[in-house]
């Protein structure tokens, strides 16, 4: 496997364009995007757990009953999310892109970030709606990329070369971050594009199990947006034999994707709203995978150790407070912590309790961008990864001056 | 039931002191605290759900298994957690106050609050335990307040006067909120003392009861310290009839006790880390008390209606969103939402989807100090109420810019 350009149009037969329509008032900042696959494509999602959801979600949910899909629109600048005629409205969307297309509108999957509670005007969409799907191309992945950011200060797409069935297949994909928009909330989208053949039953696995140690891993305040939503598409275009169980490819797909997951939620976590680090939390010797996972978690969630972490703070005592109250069993007196940058490593706490430590050299470590936090919990062979960034004050400024 | 003057000290019988004895650097700030009670008191505690225990809650709670004590000893400047020696220093501290008082040391209680990790030096504390014990007063309850704040930045003290089997009974407290100290954590300490009769079994049952509609409803950050802990002493000393099963006088106790410690709640949140505004989320409609407390503890710690509020943003969507992330299962589409505070109320969302409302109106109401969110699941008869702050700059400049 390698890492190749290309992003959500590195595979064969995926074509993409973002641009502004006039959603966002801001003229030079594009605010559609549309991805299509020229052939018929799996699909596989996974959605918010928010009970409030935004109404491209339910669309898309109802559109991917068949396990197919061929393209995606996507806007900035409006979430159509508890709106009266959010669903008519996302209908309308699809509709509006299938006819440009000459596809059904059963087969585009849409998602919209932005502000709640504001009706989502139609009118910029359709007007723009010819200029979107004349600019499709293979090399438009930056422009959608560009499209669906809010407060994302830089794009994020990636893609991967892997070998399935003795066919080299490539996925790709591109993601907007945990942004606030005026006035509103963060939203995670993620767009991923397969040339693999891969069943549908097999390509929502592959998505389900992924999220569980990529997306699912990933906080940076905390709040589960009303509009998240990861897409994946298949189109089979590689000639691999179709990957219908578990196996060898099926493996080397999961790893692609993990791949692919895992570089996007570093890049969302470090450019969480505000932030000026990114924090990685390993923890390792744990009883259960789940347990690991929740440690990870109340670590990277709390609000006192990513404070610390803007501090560049050796501030480990917050550190084992968030672990001592992650609600897992666990015997305090045996939990081994220390800090990891691109400057070196250095242990802060054994066996529960601090030692003596070079502050000069934990402030050095700590004053680097990507930031690891490593627990040993000692009770255990299991592990887990979650990803954060630091509480700054830009992100106060961002989320508390924005509105009015 | 009345409000009165005289703190920690209100009920008959207590007297309480508080000096600098140089734990903390600062000369001016005092870090040395003791309660007595003249008589011997019937005593109950609820300690922190946090695995990371501080060593002062393992030796109250052995101190307290006999439901008795007379003297509660707290310092600030070191949380006395995380220390190998923690639980020897602990007993010490309780066997220097007992020495001083001439009573024995399994009736003394001991509180620490500060940094985590660094060993406490029980010299200044020896030091001075003779002056302190010589300052103790009916009137001792503002200097004890003070001996236990970190960063809060007001005093935090109450006291209620009310009837119970004929007799005139009294309960009064004090507390340190959320507060950070060079370099660490945020630990609650509320102590209170009253001088009505009551069992053991039935103070433990009053203040476990009360906990779970008052402290346990508040959060400043979410994060859950090493060092929480909330001690009631009662001496009989009003001389009312033992309280020893429910009735009456038990649920005069309950309503005495409810109003000391949701005004300590309020206060404590209200003088949050930074905080600007305290928060009321008032969850009402519910189809049970526990769905009405999970959603009001949603809201009160979601980041992002915490930063909004500190921008004085009616951004009712971020309220809806934390709704609806609760865990509970809930219909959206039936939530009403309002904010209100003493420059008036106002509607902002209706049936799960926003109303119009006057933006002017509505920062003008957001602007007060004091802020109720008021939320209707229109789903049943049960509520809740719970206590926040906002999310401010000096949060983030408090906890992190002050290790290094």
Same mark, same amino acid.
């Given at each position: ?53 935004? =109404?491209?979600?339910?669309? *898309? ?88 950011? *809010? *407060? ?139 347990? =690991? ?112």
């Amino acid at each position: 496997m390698k890492l190749i350009e290309g992003g959500v149009c590195a595979a064969k037969g995926f074509r993409a364009a973002g641009l502004h329509c006039g959603i966002r008032k801001n003229h030079t900042k594009k605010d559609l995007a549309l991805i299509v696959s020229d052939a018929p494509a799996a699909a596989a999602a996974v959605y918010t757990r928010n009970l409030v959801k935004g =109404a491209p979600l339910t669309v *898309t949910k109802s559109h991917l009953a068949d396990g197919q899909a061929r393209a995606v629109i996507c806007n900035s600048g409006n979430a159509n999310t508890c709106n009266a005629d959010g669903i008519e409205i996302a209908e309308k969307m699809c509709a509006l892109a299938a006819s440009r297309l000459g596809i059904a509108p059963e087969d585009v999957l849409v998602a919209s970030t932005g502000v709640i509670g504001q009706p989502l005007d139609l009118s910029p969409i359709e007007a723009k709606m010819d200029a979107l799907a004349a600019a499709l191309s293979s090399s438009g992945s930056a422009d959608a990329a560009e499209a669906i950011m *809010t *407060t994302d200060t830089v794009r994020k797409e990636i893609a991967v070369e892997f070998s399935a069935g003795g066919k080299s297949c490539r996925l790709g994909g591109i993601a907007k971050g945990s942004g606030m928009i005026h006035p509103d909330m963060a939203t995670m989208l993620v767009f991923l594009c397969s040339d693999a053949a891969i069943s549908p039953a097999m390509l929502q696995k592959a998505l389900s199990t992924d999220v569980q140690k990529s997306f699912n891993m990933l906080s940076v305040d905390g709040d589960t947006s009303t509009n998240d939503m990861v897409c994946l598409l298949a189109n089979g275009l590689a000639g691999n034999p179709e990957i219908t169980e578990e196996g060898e490819d099926f493996s080397a797909f999961m790893e692609a994707l993990n791949t692919v997951t895992v570089w996007l939620c570093r890049t969302m976590a470090g450019d969480g709203e505000g932030a000026t680090r990114m924090l990685e939390c390993r923890v390792s010797g744990a009883p259960s995978e789940a347990d =690991a996972k929740t440690v990870a978690k109340s670590v990277i969630c709390s609000s006192l150790v990513k404070a610390a972490m803007f501090g560049a703070d050796a501030n480990w005592g917050r550190v084992l407070c968030a672990i001592g109250y992650a609600g897992v069993p666990l015997d305090v007196s045996r939990v081994d912590l220390s800090f990891r940058s691109a400057a070196g490593e250095i242990a802060v706490c054994k066996d529960g309790a601090g030692i003596p430590f070079s502050e000069e050299q934990a402030k050095k470590i700590l004053l680097e961008t990507e930031i690891e936090i490593l627990i040993s919990l000692n009770a255990g062979g299991a592990s887990a990864t979650a990803w954060g960034c630091d509480l700054t004050y830009d992100y106060v400024k961002i989320n508390g001056d924005y509105r009015t």
